[in-house]
């Protein structure tokens, strides 16, 4: 008989503290599902793992300045400038371990990865000595941004792509955002299609199609909006995807790290603004640069006492406010740009100084 489904937040049967590995591209909305997870927590204790590729740590501060109920400081781990599929024993591990070395630990972990990063090789991490008898991935979610799927942002045309490769088998990818896309999604042991209000039904459909042709087996694709799920449908799988590595294929070896160097990534101050509205269609011309994918950060309003974060993704740009300035903290404004290796900074300056 197989052993019950870990319900949220319990220990597996081993002793193994259960983990979850949230994976997604650049801006598919892994963030708010990490929020609603520990807004839905139901008084278990958990904690989160979050990994930024660029030099200013924005999700950590997102979710540990939310005010949710229950998540502290220290319940939110850290990890900026990096990703922790290739810095495993410099950083995720040391860091994992700090976690379980808590005189409270937390009986369930939330890792959210970078949204360059590769989940295969995490997962594989768990495999190392100092950890491997204490921690187990629970599962693998893979968040996709419904819209930038349906807009054919991640891949080239899949049919030329597919006439090329089957006329000559050295073909391999030559787009970075189709690889770490894909790499991302056959790891996955399930998938959320987020901002599914988004998209109609007809391209609801084309996308979980266009999905489901990348993968070798079937994986169930779940609709989501604003990244709302029932937390006991994606937490408790019990995977055990340490121990199923055969069963994720990659573009990349076994252990074998990807290479960053396709992207790049800065960090620039933002200008005072009178408005939300002001700042916004500044990011949004920025936005619009040769090689620009994705733009993140926060401001500070004349005569408003909450930052103001501004995210966008293509030609998706938003705004709100998420958290009171401290009484000692600088209002200055930053804004993090992650784009293809040599993308046009200079137009991104121009475009935020109006």
Request: hydrophobic letters at 40%; aromatic letters at 4%; charged letters at 25%.
């Amino acid at each position: 008989m197989n052993a019950p489904t870990p319900s949220l937040g319990q220990p597996t049967s081993l002793g193994k503290v259960p983990c979850t590995i949230i994976t997604g591209f650049l801006g598919a909305g892994k963030t708010t599902l990490v929020r609603h997870l520990l807004e839905n927590a139901g008084g278990k204790r958990l904690a989160v793992l979050v990994n930024e590729f660029g030099d200013l740590g924005f999700d950590g501060s997102f979710i540990a300045g939310c005010g949710i109920s229950g998540c502290t400081a220290e319940d939110i781990v850290e990890l900026p400038n990096g990703c922790i599929c290739c810095t495993v024993a410099d950083d995720f591990v040391p860091a994992l371990e700090k976690l379980l070395n808590r005189p409270n630990p937390p009986e369930h972990i939330l890792i959210e990865t970078s949204g360059l990063a590769l989940p295969k090789p995490l997962v594989s991490a768990f495999n190392w000595p100092a950890i491997r008898s204490r921690v187990t991935v629970d599962g693998v979610i893979a968040v996709v941004d419904g819209p930038a799927v349906a807009e054919g942002q991640f891949a080239d045309d899949p049919e030329a792509l597919a006439t090329q490769r089957a006329q000559d088998a050295s073909v391999d990818h030559d787009n970075p955002l189709e690889e770490v896309f894909e790499d991302q999604i056959l790891c996955a042991d399930l998938i959320l299609l987020n901002k599914s209000d988004l998209v109609d039904a007809a391209g609801r459909e084309r996308v979980k199609a266009e999905i489901a042709a990348h993968l070798p087996k079937a994986i169930k694709i779940v609709e989501t909006s604003h990244g709302k799920v029932e937390p006991a449908l994606i937490i408790g799988l019990g995977a055990a995807a340490e121990g199923d590595l055969a069963g994720r294929p990659s573009h990349h070896g076994e252990g074998e790290d990807h290479d960053h160097d396709d992207f790049d990534s800065v960090s620039l101050p933002l200008p005072d603004v009178a408005t939300p509205e002001e700042l916004t269609a500044r990011v949004a011309k920025a936005a619009e640069a040769e090689g620009v994918l994705r733009l993140k950060g926060f401001a500070g309003i004349p005569g408003k006492p909450m930052r103001l974060v501004v995210q966008g993704v293509g030609r998706r740009v938003g705004h709100h406010y998420d958290r009171a300035w401290g009484a000692d903290e600088a209002r200055d404004g930053r804004l993090v740009v992650i784009g293809l290796k040599g993308f046009d900074r200079a137009a991104v300056e121009a475009a935020l100084a109006g």
